[in-house]
């Protein structure tokens, strides 16, 4: 057992988390996540409508009697989305951990706060972690360039942003970005966080809803197989480096803007990949903890050997050092 100010707060019995995920985050992966232990998010984007968020949370409930949350993130998006109708879904369905990611959730903070809700910030700048934390952000996600998705544009990795962030951030914060394994849950702590978040690894297990093909290519490549896309946007994403990255990153090179790229990286067609492991139909998002990836759990089994395996590491590898 691994106690943290983190596990704490949340009422879970183990410092790991699955973040939000577009297309994957569903009840699935969240329910097997909460029922091993560990923080599952539901991706709110994921469902069409803020009505199928309010289904979701309810199938969820049904596999599940274990505390999980929802991921809200606030990027530009191809289509307008309704924010705030999704911000009611999450709270008439009595949930109480919101993950906040693209934008600061200062606007949203009262409603959240009113209705007893926690909100766990991702942040991938020190900066952007003392605002959440000035805000009033409950637990802060920090995320190094190491992360799938969204990783800022100050290309911080994790081994540097975590320390820097634990010397001047006092509410918990866990680690994003590149963790896999026991040996990133123990460096974590070291760094000064109070767990892990983790979102490509829980691709690569057996209940995460997405394509068996998709789970192979994780395990198949290595931490030099994601590219970054849409840099010149200022709205940097890392994805699995397929055909469709390598044409969109072209085309930047070529100047061209959203309207021209959009085609190729919308993320409805990245959700065909998922759905029937048709690898170069779209782009999809992976980290370069693919590098550390070579298995498809369960996420009872992943997160049952990653704290069992942090355990030895600090008590036999590091205590035994200290000795
Ligand atoms: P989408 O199809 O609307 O957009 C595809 C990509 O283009 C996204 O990366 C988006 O941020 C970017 N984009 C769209 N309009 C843009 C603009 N005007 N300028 C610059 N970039 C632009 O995205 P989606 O797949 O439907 O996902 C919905 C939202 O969730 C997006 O904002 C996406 O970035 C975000 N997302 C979240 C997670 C998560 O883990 N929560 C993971 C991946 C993506």
Redesign the pocket.
């Known amino acids: 057992m691994i106690r943290t100010r983190f596990t704490e707060m949340f009422g879970v019995q183990h410092p790991v988390v699955q973040?939000?995920?577009?297309?994957v985050?569903r009840a699935e992966l969240t329910s097997a996540v909460a029922n091993a232990g560990a923080l599952g998010f539901l991706?709110a984007?994921t469902q069409p409508t803020p009505e199928d968020l309010v289904k979701e949370i309810a199938r969820c409930r049904e596999m599940t009697d274990k505390p999980f949350g929802v991921?809200l993130?606030i990027?530009?998006?191809?289509?307008p989305?309704p924010y705030g109708e999704y911000i009611d879904a999450i709270i008439s369905s009595g949930i109480k951990i919101v993950e906040t990611?693209?934008n600061s959730p200062k606007p949203f903070l009262p409603k959240f706060k009113e209705n007893g809700v926690k909100i766990i910030h991702k942040c991938t700048s020190v900066r952007h972690g003392i605002s959440a934390e000035k805000v009033g952000v409950d637990a802060i996600s920090m995320d190094g360039f190491e992360c799938a998705?969204?990783p800022g544009e100050d290309d911080i990795p994790n081994l540097v942003l975590l320390p820097a962030a634990a010397n001047v951030i006092k509410i918990p914060m866990i680690a994003s970005g590149g963790l896999a394994d026991a040996r990133g849950l123990v460096a974590a702590l070291a760094l000064g966080c109070e767990g892990v978040n983790m979102?490509t690894r829980f691709m690569a297990t057996k209940e995460a809803p997405i394509h068996q093909r998709v789970k192979e290519a994780i395990v198949g490549s290595d931490e030099r197989s994601t590219a970054l896309i849409?840099r010149t946007?200022r709205?940097t994403?890392r994805v699995f480096g397929n055909s469709v990255a390598k044409k969109a990153i072209a085309m930047e090179k070529e100047g061209k803007g959203?309207e021209e790229i959009?085609p190729y990286?919308?993320?409805?067609k990245?959700r065909v990949v998922y759905e029937t492991g048709d690898m170069e139909h779209g782009i999809w998002?992976a980290g370069t903890s693919m590098g550390l990836i070579n298995d498809i759990p369960t996420c009872k089994e992943l997160v049952d050997r990653i704290v069992s395996e942090a355990e030895a590491i600090i008590k036999a590898r590091l205590g035994g050092m200290a000795a």
């Open positions: 973040g939000g995920m577009q297309w985050g991706t984007l991921n993130t990027l530009p998006t191809l289509v989305r990611a693209g998705g969204h979102g849409l946007l709205n994403s959203i959009g990286v919308a993320g409805a990245g998002s």
